[in-house]
């Protein structure tokens, strides 16, 4: 009886011992953080920060917006923390398989990014930066609207201009003038091009332009979908993209620029990306996000099941 005691109080122990060391390799790390290509600054900043609180090693990985969101899709590849430029990819990707809920945190706007070298830079306005891309000699560059937000938003863009500007044709004609070699996969990656001179301009996000010390062109409110009050003439704007099935489409439907992040469902350490998520929404990590050009909203919005209680009852969480 003893013996059998005995062993049955060893193997509690052990199974506590196991569940203590389960707990500490999720709270050490390292942090596995994906995140669109505009948030590579401002959520490095924001980790470095929350790594000198709580000294805890990170591994961040940036991509375009929609490749990232494959990397779980298609790759099985799962992080702790998943933060993309479009909080609608959520819906459209993500939930409810590989994430129960997303949450609104940060906006942007689009603008028209150059250099003091770009071709008519002297002459470019907010009412006639279409002309000068149009113009012959003129390189113009966006991103891959199959990979990247910001390049289905510079489409989006373009078929506003076209009624904003009340010129017939005026989409088609903007698309045909930037060619295939001026399409990069990831908006962070037109910025070497502009700086090298092999591009005049870029559609950009502002947060980018300002990070990188770029110049831009600022768009009127009703192209550049960074107004809330301008929705549904955004809405009036739809671009086809490829969908997470061969052959599938996806339609992105043009709204204000609202960036989401979530902890995915097999987050490989759920309990330390939910402290780096609480600092990140906290005020010091808005402070963070802002001061590298990052437009951090005053109060975030969550959307799905299971989210974290501070989160999904709508409470600013204080900093862990």
Sequence with gaps: MRTLLGIVVFALACSAENDR???????????????????????????????LREGI???????????TARKLTELGRVPDVIALADHEIFPQLLVPEHASWYARFARNRMVLAHTPRSLHVDAITPGNWWQIVLRPKVETGHSDPNLDPAGYRALLVMQLAERYYRQPGLADRLKRAIPARNIRPKEIDLVGLLETGELDYAFEYESVARGASLGYVELPDSVSLGSMRDSAFYATATVRIVGHRPGATITMRGEPIVYGLSIPRRAPHPRLAERFVRFLLSDDGRRVLRANHLDALDSTVASGTDAPAWLSEGRAPAAP
Excluded at 57 to 67: D, K, P, Y
């Design 21 to 51: 060391a389960a707990a500490n390799v999720e709270d050490e790390g390292p942090l596995v953080v994906f995140n669109a290509g505009s948030l590579a600054r401002p959520l490095r900043a924001a980790l470095d920060t929350f790594q």
């Design 57 to 67: 090693r990170f591994e961040q990985e940036q991509a375009g917006s929609l490749e």
